[in-house]
Every structure is written in C-alpha cells, then in structure tokens.
Antibody, heavy 122, light 107 residues
Framework: QGQVVESGGGVVQPGRSLRLSCAASGFTFISYGMHWVRQAPGKGLEWVATIWYDGSNKDYADSVKGRFTISRDDSKNTLYLQMNSLRAEDTAVYYC???????????????WGQGTTVTVSS | DIQMTQSPSSLSASVGDRVTITCRASQTISTYLNWYQQKPGKAPNLLIYAASTLQSGVPSRFSGSGSGTDFTLTFTSLQPEDFATYYCQQTYGTPYTFGQGTTLEIK
C-alpha cells in the first residue's frame, strides 16, 4: 500500500522560508504523482500543489503560486515543498499525498502522511 | 476555478440512520469526484473515487452517485465510527478543489 512521512514543519516568521519533505516507502515512487494538501486550524482541506509522476508538470493553487515550489527527488523517494515569503495565512497542517493510480490524478489520493505543522508568526 | 459546494455543512443523526450528503460543482466535472472522511487530528481517508467506486476496504454501507455537477454520498445505516467530517474533491482539473466539508454529528 505504501507510506509517506512528512517533516520540516515548524514556527517561522512572516516573510521567511521553510522546506517541507515527504519520504515515501513501500511503493514505486517514480510511478506516482504526488500532492501537497493543507488544512488551516479549524478549517477545511485546501489543495496546494501537484507534481506529475515524471516531474514534467507542476500545478499550484493561486494562493501559493509564485511563492511555493513543489519538487521531487526520485533517487531519494522524497517529495519537497519549498515555501518562500511565508504569510500568516499559510499557517496549517501540511499533508503529503499520493495519487491512487500511477500516472494520473483522476482518481483521488489514497496514501496520506500524518501531516507536519507550519506556523507563521512573529 | 471549479467551486465545490457541499450541503449541509453539518448534520446531526443517529446510529442506524440513512443519511445523504450532497456536493455540487460549479461546472460539469463528469465523474471526476472523490469523497474523503476525516476524523479529528487525523489525515483524510479516501472513501470513494470516480463518483461511485468504493475504495478498497471501505464498508459497503457507503455509496456514491452522480455525474456532471451533482453528486451524493449516502450512508445506508450509520455506525458510531462514521461520525466525522466528509469532503468531496474534484479531480477534473487543477486546482483540485475540495468542498468546504460536512460534519456528521451524533444526535
């Protein structure tokens, strides 16, 4: 089935940067598209970014476009989210998630991490 | 962007009840609609994909239907472990928007 484990969250001042990591295991990482989804305290789920299985395409929510960068290192089975120019409204639990079907995001995500908390505060 | 609207936002029900949650898309999304369950402090869990296909391991008391813009998630007989928050998500195109969530509470 597979597993993903996020890390890298913490408390950061507005305007600063942070990089999240997501270590994947138990499945063929290079075959799957990956996503970041976040959840602000007491709020619903917000899709943040997606990277295709081959890294050829990346998409972002408007709220993070130009500030966040999703990437993957297939040699390390690891997904990243580089977050720059952080704002208070970026405070959330950030989840890493895997496409249910390799090669397409059409059928949802079925493997989720436990989440890593990012708090943007002065 | 495609907006997803769930109704109701919250619902009180009893064990054994039959319950339906609705999700409406702002434009047609065919059957690119997924449902997730989330319990407090936990990651979401995929229940249904492609509008009506049950994810492996999900009990058959859950069912999904719909296509185009209108979708439903139905519980045939609520169990104590079903009280949680439910989200729909469209994967027709990015951004892969979620509905605002429906919280199912015990009456």
């Amino acid at each position: 089935q597979g597993q993903v484990v996020e890390s890298g969250g913490g408390v950061v001042q507005p305007g600063r940067s942070l990089r999240l990591s997501c270590a994947a295991s138990g499945f063929t990482f290079i075959s799957y598209g990956m996503h970041w989804v976040r959840q602000a305290p007491g709020k619903g789920l917000e899709w943040v970014a997606t990277i295709w299985y081959d890294g050829s395409n990346k998409d972002y929510a408007d709220s993070v476009k130009g500030r966040f960068t999703i990437s993957r290192d297939d040699s390390k089975n690891t997904l990243y989210l580089q977050m720059n120019s952080l704002r208070a409204e970026d405070t959330a639990v950030y989840y890493c998630a895997r496409d249910r079907v390799g090669g397409t995001s059409d059928y949802g995500v079925d493997v989720w991490g436990q989440g890593t908390t990012v708090t943007v505060s002065s | 962007d495609i907006q997803m609207t769930q109704s109701p936002s919250s619902l009180s029900a009893s064990v054994g009840d039959r319950v339906t949650i609705t999700c409406r898309a702002s434009q047609t999304i065919s059957t690119y609609l997924n449902w997730y369950q989330q319990k407090p402090g936990k990651a979401p869990n995929l229940l249904i994909y492609a509008a009506s296909t049950l994810q492996s391991g999900v009990p058959s008391r859950f069912s999904g239907s719909g296509s185009g813009t209108d979708f439903t998630l139905t519980f045939t007989s609520l169990q104590p472990e079903d009280f949680a928050t439910y989200y729909c998500q469209q994967t027709y195109g990015t951004p892969y928007t979620f509905g605002q969530g429906t919280t199912l509470e015990i009456k």
